[in-house]
Every structure is written in C-alpha cells, then in structure tokens.
C-alpha cells in the first residue's frame, strides 16, 4: 500500500470515528430531549391546570372570577389531552362543572370536581413516571453506546498511533543510516524493508544504486580514474603549453604552462567556450582561429612568437583532433582537440647564429675564392711561361673546383636571404627540362649509391617558365635528395613535367613509407621533422622550398599515404 493511501486510510478512520461520536451523541442528547420536552408538554402542564382548577375551586366557585379562571384552565387541560383515559376524565370534570353552575349549593359535586381533577391528576402523575423511566432507558442505552464506540475509536486510534508514526518513520531512519555507510564508502550496505509503497521502491532504488558504486569500486573503472588523474598530473606537469578542448570547442583542461603565457586563472577557462576567451584575449585567438568555423582557407603556419620566461619566445603549434570508434560502432567519432605548443625558441637562436654564421662564412670565402681565380688567370696567361699537358689539367681542375666553391658559396648566401626575409630572385624566362636535367644530374650519383632508377616523363612543347632557374633547381635538388633517402633501395622514382592552362608542373613521386595525414601540413613548417624520421637535417629543407617557390609566384604541396610513398608538386607560372 503506498504512504499516502495509508495516511488517508489512517486520518479517514480518525475522521470516521470522530464523526460516529458526534453523531451517537447528538442522536442520544435529541432522544432524551424529546423523552424530558414530552414530559414537560404532555403532563406537567395538566398538572399545572389541575391545581390552577383546584385553587379555583376552592377560592368560591359561585364567583364570576373563579368561575372564569376554572373555566379557562379546564379549556386549556381539554386541549392538552396526551394519556389514555385522560379525555373520558376531562369530559366527566367538565360535566360537573355544568353542574356547578346550575346547583352551587350541591356539596356533592364540589366532591365528584375535585375527585375528577385527582383522577386527572394521578394519571398524569403516572404518566410522568413512565416517561421518566423511558427517559432513564434512552440515557444508559446512550451510556452504552457511546461508551462501546468509544472504545473501538480508541483502539483504532491506538493501533494508528502506533503503527502509523513507525510505518513512516522507522525505513526514514534506515535509509538515512544506509546513506550514510555509503557515503562512508561502505557499498555493501543494503537495506532490507520491503513493501509495494513509495519507501519499497526507493529501497529498491537504494540497493541498485548501492550495487553498482560497490561494482564501480570493485571494477577496473577505478583504475581507469586513477590512471585519469595521473594523465592530467602528467599534462600538468609538461613544460610546453597545452590545451584541450571537447568537439564543441569547451575548454576541457589547460595546464600551468598554458596558462602562464595566457596570463588567465584555470576557472576563467575550464567549462568556457574557447571563442569566447578568444574575444577577449588575442593569443588565445591566434591558438584556436584554425578551428573557428569562419576561418576561411588555410593560413601558413609561421612560429608563434609570444613572450614568455622574461623574453620573446617562438613556438611551434600543434593542433591534434581526437578522435575514438565508440564500442560496438565502426565509424569514428570526433571527441575533440588537443592543442600543444612547442617551445621553438632555441631553435629559432641556433637559426639566427646560423644565418649569421652562413652569412659572414659565405661573405669571407668569396675574397680568396676570387684570388684564387685571379691566379689560375695568371698562369693560364703565357706571359707567366708555358704549362705542359700534366700542368694545364690540375689548372683545369682547380679552376672547376674553385667555379664550385663559388656557386656553392652564393647559394648559402641565398639561404640566409631566406632566412632573414630579404629573397633576391632573379626571374627570367626559363626552359624547365633544362632546370629539370641540372637537378637530376645533381642527384645521380645518390640514386645510383642505392640503385634507384629515376623515371622522367615530360610534355612535349613544354612552354617556358617565369623563374629564377637557381633557385627552382635547388628546390628540385632538395625534393630529389628527399626522395631518395626515404626510398628503398633497388626502387624507383617517378619525375613528371606537365603543362596545365597558364602553369607548369614538376611532380616528384617516390615508393617509400609516406608521411601520416596528421603531419602533411606540419612538413613546410621550419624546424618540423616527422617523428622517427633521420634527425640529421636541422626541418628547414621544405621551409626554404615552400618560401622560394612562392616567392615567384608559384606553390607547392604534397600528397602522401602512410606505407604507399609520396608525391611532391611544384607549380610555376607558364609564359604564356
């Protein structure tokens, strides 16, 4: 039964009980009402006329006054007849009264008057006496039964006073101690009342839900918070700043580091929308405008420069979408971001004192290069004596390697012009098989080391080229060199040149083991290597070739897949 039928059980029957009472009683009080009214009616005021008559009688009936006033109360006792026999009475008390009045002088009729008023009288009297008992009747029975109802009241009463209060109060108190050993982290406390009302249920409720925290407890879910914890002490704990965010862009977590460059307490961001901090703070802008969802197009990712530990530091950022196949499904499912940034600023030093360096070395090796010449001038020259046939070849030969020393020196003298931002590009019309040959004759000797076969296939009429031809080549030379290292021995490279409307494109194809989705548009970022790739180059190879290409008006791209290989395009700008 549920509680609140049984509260209405309870009250209704205390309401009934109540109503029995009031009832019982004002039935009994109107029972000895009627028998003490019918007293009072029927046969006290016969009694009272009677005397009245008798007082008459004696005072002098002969009198008009007493005639009057006898007259008047047998009127009254005639319409008051309420006993058996009292009318025959009354008719006889009236008959001698006429005698009265006729005879005065008769004393006999004054005895037969006052023996009909003692008739009247004594009926009355026993009438009286009747009623009164009725009346003693209608009390005990009253006695009786209010007495009787009154007791099964007061036991129906007592039962719900003293089941009722229990019945609610007493799984109250058990379920209150049953969450308290829980809450004491005792989750094999069960408890055990039972019943079809609201307190079985939320017994029943109670033990579920107790059953599954001692489960959880049990269960490896606890090792898996755990461990939780120990990741975000880890992540806390990196030394470069990093972000998370859920797949609608909720800031989920952001360590010491990220929020020491952001200059932003941890609860003004956990929980906030990321675009809403982005309003208000610009960094936070220039980390997630990738992932706004206005962002038009793809930007080149340059390294952040942001101050932080005293100075201006440079840093590298790294967004990585997360994703997971939910249990029992086979597509995947985003679940969000992770946002690192990398702190570049050494690298960014070394590159500094590198472009200085290369560009100081380069400066001063020019000066004894060019004496160099000078002299080999001066002994090609007869004046200075003739040379025999062994003589002439080592000039040949240092000239050649002096004409090298040379190029190579302005080429690094480009790089640092990269490096700085001041590219001098010298733009002519070009022919690209040309370009394509002096790259490919520059790498043959490192393809031929490891037995790779370098297929070429062109357009014919190729169309020439707005380019500066050395530093396409040396792009070309870089994509090349590139290739082959991360091609297999005993292999193959494939090397197109094609015409498009207006462009020309050189596309580079090797077999080796590709680069994952996830790193392709990392790879032209400076100081960027894929991870488990040959750490030898200092990841400014693609860099340099992405800025010279643009730099004249064209670009380049890739387009890989992990364990097939890799396809590098350069597209130039065709005279049209």
């Known amino acids: 039964m549920k509680i609140k039928a049984k509260l209405t059980l309870g009250v209704g029957l205390l309401f009934l009980c109540i109503i029995l009472l009031a009832g019982l009683g004002t039935f009994y009080i109107n029972a000895l009402s009627k028998d003490t009214q019918n007293i009072l009616v029927a046969n006290y005021n016969t009694l009272n006329y009677s005397r009245n008559m008798i007082i008459a009688l004696d005072e002098d009936i002969t009198t008009s006054k007493s005639i009057k006033k006898f007259s008047e109360n ?18 006889k008390l009236s008959e001698d009264f006429e005698n009265v009045k006729s005879n005065p002088n008769d004393s006999l009729i004054y005895i037969s008057i006052r023996k009909d008023l003692a008739d009247i009288m004594l009926l009355n009297m026993q009438a009286i006496q009747r009623k009164s008992d009725i009346a003693k009747r209608t009390a005990n029975d009253a006695i009786w039964w209010i007495a009787l109802t009154g007791t099964f009241c007061f036991l129906i009463a ?59 407890n049990n269960s490896s879910l606890s090792t898996i918070m755990f461990e939780k914890k120990r990741m975000e002490t880890l992540i806390n704990n990196m030394h470069d700043p990093v972000i998370g965010l859920d797949e609608k862009k909720i ?54 420069k942001i101050y932080a530990d005293n100075k201006e530091s440079y840093f590298d950022k790294e967004i990585v979408d997360i994703t997971i196949t939910p249990t029992g499904e086979k597509e995947q499912k985003h679940i969000g971001h992770f946002i690192v940034l990398r702190n570049i600023t050494p690298f ?40 025999n046939e062994e003589q002439k070849q080592l000039v040949e030969s240092i000239k050649d390697d002096g004409n090298r020393l040379l190029k190579i020196t302005s080429e690094l003298l480009n790089l640092s012009q990269v490096e ?49 031809a050395e530093k396409t080549t040396w ?43 996830k790193y392709k548009e990392k790879i032209f970022t400076r100081y960027f290597q894929v991870p488990g790739s040959s750490k030898s180059g200092t990841g400014l190879g693609l860099s340099i070739s992405k800025e010279f290409i643009e730099a004249q008006g064209g670009n380049i791209n890739v387009d890989s897949e992990l364990g097939v290989g890799s396809t590098f395009a350069v597209t130039l700008n065709s005279v049209e």
């Open 348 to 387: 960014k030093e070394l590159d500094f004192a590198k472009t200085n360096f290369i560009a100081t070395i380069s400066h001063e090796l020019k000066t004894p290069i060019s004496t160099i010449k000078a002299s080999l001038q001066l002994l090609e020259n007869k004046n200075t004596g003739a040379l």
């Open 420 to 468: 700085t931002g001041n590219i001098q590009l010298s733009i002519q019309n070009s022919d690209p098989s040309k370009i394509l040959q002096y790259a490919l004759d520059a790498v043959k000797g490192q393809a031929e080391q490891k037995q790779i076969k370098l297929e070429v296939k062109t357009d014919k009429d190729l169309p020439l080229i707005k380019a500066d």
């Open 475 to 517: 792009v070309l030379i870089n994509l090349l060199t590139n290739a082959i290292r991360y091609s297999h021995e005993k292999s193959e490279i494939l090397i197109e040149v094609k015409k498009e409307v207006g462009n020309i494109i050189f596309s580079i194809r090797d077999f080796g083991k590709g680069i994952e989705s």
């Open 74 to 91: 047998l009127i009254s006792q005639k319409n008051n007849i309420t006993e058996i026999g009292e009318r025959e009475l009354t008719d």
């Open 251 to 304: 800031i989920l977590f952001v360590n010491d580091e990220a929020l020491k460059i952001l200059g932003m307490k941890i609860e003004e961001l956990t929980g906030k929308f990321a675009q809403d901090i982005a309003v208000r703070n610009d960094l936070m802008r220039s980390i997630v405008q990738e992932l706004m969802p206005s962002k038009e197009g793809k930007q080149d990712k340059k390294p952040m």
């Open 158 to 216: 007592f039962i719900l006073l003293i089941n009722l209060p229990g019945n609610i109060s007493n799984p109250i108190r058990e379920l209150t101690e049953g969450i308290k050993q829980i809450a004491a982290e005792k989750y094999s406390e069960r408890v055990h009342f039972e019943g079809h009302d609201e307190f079985g249920e939320l017994a029943v409720a109670f033990n579920t839900m107790a059953q599954k925290l001692e489960e959880y």
